[in-house]
Structure formats: C-alpha cells, structure tokens
C-alpha cells in the first residue's frame, strides 16, 4: 500500500489549506484513515480521523471547528481541509491507513505516508 500526501505548504495565520493523500489500495473503501502530525522535537500527534464510508469523523480537540477529514473512495483519497491556521499547526502532516476501525495512536495504523511539510507564520 502505497500513501502519498500532497498540498501542503507555507501560509499566514488565518489562512487555509487543503491536503490530499492518495491511496494506491484497491479496498481503500474498506478501511479507515487518520492524519497525523509531528512538530519538530515532539511526538505524532492525532489530528483527525474518518470511518471508511465517510459516516463517522473523529477529531482532535486542538483542531475541532477548523479542520474536516472527508474521502473520496471513487478516488481513493482523502483530504484534509484546514481553516483558520495557526502558528502552532506548523508541523509535518502524514496520512495512515488502518485496516481496520479507527484509532487514535499512531502505532494502531498500518501504513504511512511520507509527509508533507505545513508552516504557518506568525
């Protein structure tokens, strides 16, 4: 299974941005996906999830009310739409796939993407 991220990039607080994650597995319907994301010196982090139907999203508290995980599985993609950016959502953002329900901790996923890189200046 192959995950590839794109959109990610350097916009102002307030601003918005939209990632992609790209899914090569032919039953990506089948499964739930996560975004992750790691800041430098710090641990990955939850940031959203969604249900493999698309039905059910999860999110981080840090994030609930600015950020929506939706999917496509006529596409096998799933997005990531980011509003009200701020300083502290500077971070690499990874997309996961888990073969299974949705979780929270990073080690529950099966396999990742490579990262893009989201900056937010001040």
């Known amino acids: 299974v192959q995950l590839v991220e794109s959109g990610g990039g350097l916009v102002q607080t307030g601003g918005s941005l939209r990632l992609s994650c790209a899914a090569s597995e032919r039953t990506f319907s089948s499964y739930a996906m996560g975004w992750f994301r790691q800041a430098p010196r710090a641990e990955r982090e939850f940031v959203a999830a969604?249900?493999?139907?698309?039905?059910?999203?999860y999110y981080a508290d840090s994030v609930k009310a600015r950020f929506t995980i939706s999917r496509d599985n006529s596409k096998n993609t799933v997005y990531l739409q980011m509003n009200s950016l701020k300083p502290e959502d500077t971070a690499v953002y990874y997309c996961?796939?888990?073969?299974?329900?949705?979780?929270?901790?990073?080690?529950?996923?099966?396999?990742w993407g490579q990262g893009t890189q989201v900056t937010v200046s001040s």
């Open positions: 996961a796939l888990r073969k299974s329900g949705w979780a929270q901790r990073p080690l529950d996923y099966d396999y």
């Open positions: 969604i249900n493999w139907s698309g039905g059910s999203t």
